[in-house]
């Protein structure tokens, strides 16, 4: 099993420009989450699914934009990208959201805007 | 004052030694907490949960301490490869968990 897979690894965008960041999983997890780590913030909340055909607003969401259409697959858009979104965006599932679940997470994916 | 806080350190210790970590996490309602461990560059992993009761796995002892609403990690007999960021994590019932921004370890021979 890949586990929890994100496309790009790493991205150099320009003030304005969009982009959709790809995460798969194979564990068929009902819940997905993107994260964003910046130095010193901590992971932060961006955006969550519940399950196929759910989104919801985390800690950070202005900006980022997403989409479940299958249960595998969650996507992160940036419709017009800007500076202060360089980050490492992490994407993650699990199969419960209370209790004892754990979260597993993809190797990230490094975004630079300039 | 912040869900989850946690000294960010870096904590500087020799191999061989015992470290602790303290997290203070804010909601009485928290459920459920978790260590996870993340490695320079890398994607935060489960190191272990924390139950009431306490819980160890070789090296590593988990206390959670409701009364006080804080969680500590302890390491014994500390190895070089200890060396990352540990991040104190908190479930509050039905919600995405809330992650401390870390800890920094950093194991030196």
């Known amino acids: 099993n890949a586990g929890v897979t994100q496309t790009p690894k790493f991205r150099v965008l320009k003030t304005g420009q969009s982009m959709t960041l790809l995460c798969a999983q194979d564990m068929n997890h009902e819940y997905m989450y993107w994260y964003r780590q910046d130095p010193g913030m901590g992971l932060r909340l961006i955006h969550y699914?519940?399950?196929?055909?759910?989104?919801a607003k985390g800690e950070v969401p202005d900006g980022y934009n997403v989409s479940r259409l299958k249960k595998q697959n969650f996507l992160l858009g940036l419709e017009s990208a800007a500076p202060s979104q360089t980050s490492v965006y992490f994407c993650a599932s699990s199969q419960r959201l209370a209790g004892l679940n754990e979260q597993f997470f993809g190797p990230g994916t490094r975004l630079t805007v300039l | 004052r912040k869900e989850v806080e946690q000294d960010p350190g870096p904590f500087n210790v020799p191999e061989g030694a015992t470290v602790a970590f303290n997290c203070t996490y804010s909601?009485?309602?928290?459920?459920?907490f978790f260590w996870y461990r993340q490695d320079c560059r890398k994607e935060p992993k489960l190191l272990m949960s924390v139950y009431s009761s306490g819980n160890e796995d070789g090296r590593f002892t988990a206390q959670l301490n409701r009364a006080s609403q804080y969680i500590s990690l302890l390491i014994r007999d500390s190895k070089l490869s200890d060396s990352a960021t540990y991040l104190c994590?908190?479930?509050?019932?039905?919600?995405?968990?809330?992650f401390g921004k870390g800890t920094r370890l950093s194991v030196i021979a």
């Open positions: 909601n009485s309602a928290s459920q459920s």
């Open positions: 699914s519940v399950g196929e055909g759910t989104t």
């Open positions: 994590v908190v479930n509050t019932g039905n919600t995405p968990l809330v």
